[in-house]
């Protein structure tokens, strides 16, 4: 080898191909440190990839490897975040070339070099005060709209000021980049002494990792918990990221941050415009981002100086991606701050199995808020009893009257049903056909005001049919009943008061949810009704009522996980209500006696959760066994299970239990039949060796191709 140079640098490469590529030194300069941001030929192509390592030797013919055509940026990526991106597709069985992908934002992977955005934040100069404007009107509007004191230049793009005209001012001197104004921060309330507990302890263990279990139900402080650690962290010069499932939860927390510390938080999700996630991103990378708040993909910020994670609501399925890289945001944020030596805090009213597993077995600890911050009392829990009792369009007489009775009280009333649509099934009164998708095994959903029927699976539409088509018979009927038919339901018995459904057929911006929020937040009496999206973590303060219609699905599903996650829905929900007065919670089902609804109506989450984790840890279930699986999907049921047999077959170890090929529990959709193979032990170790060694050799079956397969580490869907 040529004077100790070395010879070849291996790249991830954003194709969907198991493998690094190696590419030969750019001819006129050299070799690229890992972590750079390269370009490289690729077929007739040139993408933007990362170095991953240099190395002396390559198994290819080393005068035919063609080389790097330019370094964009060395050494972009330092070692840690690097070592994260690689460990993350290793461990979730993903092709390396998704490292760049999650690595850099959309604008960093296009073959150019990258112009540096200046701080976000503009300010007028002397000059801008003084010049005449009035032939300019699009600048007079700019110096307009920056007289009170400096903008982000995001949100005064937002606002409708152009891109090329600042660019323009700051040319000309009018205005100035600047810093984040400060402002005085708002004291917060004087902590309880459990949250004293849980922020010394969090604090503690600024020079070392520890994960946290923050349990508090809703409106506990737990907020509260992290904005005092955060704080402390930034003032000792340390950067804090905090990670929710979803963007609709952003803006809520991102005022209360910037009014408690007095600075500006730098906001990452799918959310923005490329521009912005950009800034982020560098802001993030330089270090000048102290308080950083996204949702799953944040989790690969750069950090500069990190001291602490949060993942609020961190039992969200939200923060499993399902496809791609199928990574659990928490569980890499765990990782992360366990390799970058900090502490993490992961915060839930209704915290995973998973966590509190980790729990269990000493390697999390739980801090526990268990009464309402402030002085709020938890709602009073209320089993209705369905059987025998009248329904019409899914609401009995006596919760139309504690409904009646909470509007009457001034109160707002939140109605859960985890059904969109305005009924479940259309079918006939006559002979009982029913209106099934002709690509999945599942019902269309009856969307009565848009007038079709809908599979929420694969987005099939089709018109309302007018007759039967098996019998003729104009007597349709739809069974069961969603959000639109409980809207219409509610709408017919209490026609002054406004309801208020939300739902994704609803809720169609991000900005619609934001205003209704905000009327809802103005506290006159109303009714909400809608899906999960109202059992997330918004301040709802107004609500004295919320109510779970008909839980028992969920009681008897095939799916391991669904006493969980009826369980995390009905503590959500139920911690909706009565967060400033007193308020009340009913919960129906035809199964009061069932032991999960006697559990639940005990109170405690905590407790519930301990039965259900050791049902699982007794069944030889996640999170007390790990699980991986491999799914494959063809146009004929045969062939995707004759492909996982085959796939099964060449496991042969007896460290791992198999199971399968098993139909998913959908088990056809868009035309496909599901099949699933699971790969079982008590420890990781075992699985992620066998999934290493599939990513081998499944490629070389006969069927692979014709095949859709993937492997799923740590799955959330059955
Ligand atoms: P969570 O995140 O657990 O839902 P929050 O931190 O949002 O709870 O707190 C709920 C409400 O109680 C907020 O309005 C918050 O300002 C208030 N609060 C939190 N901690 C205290 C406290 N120690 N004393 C008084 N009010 C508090
Ligand atoms: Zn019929
Ligand atoms: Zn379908």
Redesign the pocket.
């Known amino acids: 080898m040529s004077g100790g140079r070395p010879t070849v640098v291996r790249v991830a490469v954003p194709v969907p191909l198991h493998g690094l590529f190696d590419y030969a030194p750019p001819v006129d300069g050299n070799p690229p440190s890992p972590g750079a941001r390269v370009v490289v030929p690729f077929g007739r192509r040139r993408l933007v990839g990362v170095v991953i390592e240099r190395a002396d030797s390559t198994t290819f013919d080393p005068d035919r490897l063609k080389p790097v055509l330019q370094v964009l940026d060395d050494a972009l990526l330092d070692r840690e975040h690097l070592d994260l991106l690689r460990w993350t597709t290793r461990y979730y069985a993903s092709p390396p070339g998704e490292l760049v992908t999650h690595a850099l934002p959309v604008a960093l992977r296009r073959p150019e070099p990258f112009r540096r955005a200046g701080p976000a934040w503009l300010h007028l100069t002397d000059a801008g005060r003084a010049v005449d404007l009035a032939r300019a009107p699009r600048q007079a509007e700019v110096v307009e709209a920056l007289t009170d004191g400096p903008q982000r230049r995001d949100a005064l793009q937002a606002a409708g000021h152009p891109a090329d005209a600042l660019r323009r001012m700051l040319e000309q001197g009018r205005i100035e980049t600047c810093d984040a104004p400060a402002r005085e921060p708002v004291p917060g309330?004087?902590?309880?002494p459990e949250?004293r507990v849980a922020v010394a302890a969090v604090l503690a263990a600024r020079h070392r990792f520890e994960a946290f279990v923050l349990a508090?139900v809703?409106?506990?402080?737990?907020?509260?918990v992290y904005l005092q650690a955060a704080r402390a962290l930034v003032r000792r010069g340390r950067q804090v990221l905090l990670l929710l499932p979803e963007i609709g939860l952003t803006p809520q927390l991102v005022r209360r941050v910037e009014a408690r510390l007095g600075f500006a938080a730098h906001v990452y999700h799918s959310g923005l415009s490329d521009g912005e996630r950009v800034a982020t991103w560098e802001a993030a990378h330089s270090g000048e981002a102290r308080v950083l708040i996204g949702t799953r993909s944040a989790v690969f910020l750069p950090l500069r100086n990190p001291g602490l994670i949060v993942v609020d609501e961190e039992h969200d399925s939200s923060f499993k991606q399902f496809d791609g890289m199928r990574y659990h945001g928490r569980d890499v944020a765990v990782l992360r701050a366990s390799r970058l030596g900090i502490p993490i805090v992961l915060g839930s009213a209704t915290p995973s199995l998973e966590s509190l597993q980790n729990v269990h077995d000493g390697r999390y600890r739980l801090l526990d808020?268990p009464r309402r911050?402030?002085g709020a009392v938890m709602p009073r829990w209320r089993i209705e009893d369905l059987r025998g009792a009248t329904r019409r369009e899914g609401l009995t007489e006596a919760l139309v009257e504690r409904i009646r009775r909470r509007l009457e009280a001034g109160e707002q009333v939140l109605v859960y049903r985890n059904r969109r649509g305005f009924a479940p099934v259309l079918m006939c009164d006559e002979c009982g056909w029913q209106a099934d998708c002709s690509r999945c095994s599942a019902h269309l959903t009856w969307h009565r005001q848009a007038a079709r029927l809908s599979c929420h699976h694969c987005g099939q539409q089709r018109p309302v049919p007018p007759r039967c088509p098996e019998c003729d018979s104009p007597r349709l009927a739809a069974a069961g009943s969603g959000t639109e038919r409980i809207e219409h339901a509610l709408n017919e018995r209490f026609p002054d008061v406004p309801v208020l459904r939300v739902d994704r057929d609803s809720m169609r911006g991000r900005d619609e949810f934001e205003q209704l929020l905000e009327q809802v937040g103005r506290g006159d009496p109303c009714i909400l009704v809608g899906t999960q999206m109202l059992a997330k973590?918004h301040?709802l303060p107004g609500i004295g009522l919320a109510v779970v219609l008909d839980a028992d699905t969920s009681l008897f599903s095939a799916d391991f996980r669904a006493p969980e996650r009826l369980a995390q829905t009905v503590f959500q929900v139920a911690g909706r209500a009565g967060r400033r007065d007193p308020g009340e919670f009913v919960l129906q089902t035809r199964h009061p006696e069932h032991a999960l609804v006697q559990a639940m109506a005990a109170g405690s989450y905590l407790k519930l959760a301990e039965l259900l984790r050791a049902e699982r840890a007794a069944a030889e279930l996640p999170p007390a066994w790990s699980l991986a699986m491999v799914r494959a999907e063809a146009q004929s049921a045969d062939r995707a299970r004759a492909f996982l047999a085959r796939v099964a077959g060449t496991v042969g170890s007896n460290e791992v239990r198999l199971a399968g090929p098993l139909p998913a529990l959908l088990q056809r959709r868009a035309g496909h039949w599901r099949y699933q193979l699971w790969l079982m032990a008590p420890e990781r170790a075992p699985i992620q060796r066998t999934v290493a060694r599939l990513l081998d050799t499944i490629p070389a079956d006969r069927d692979a191709a014709r095949v859709r397969w993937h492997v799923d580490v740590d799955p959330l869907e059955l």
């Open positions: 309330p004087t902590l309880n949250q508090g809703t409106g506990s402080g737990k907020t509260e808020l911050a402030g973590g301040h």
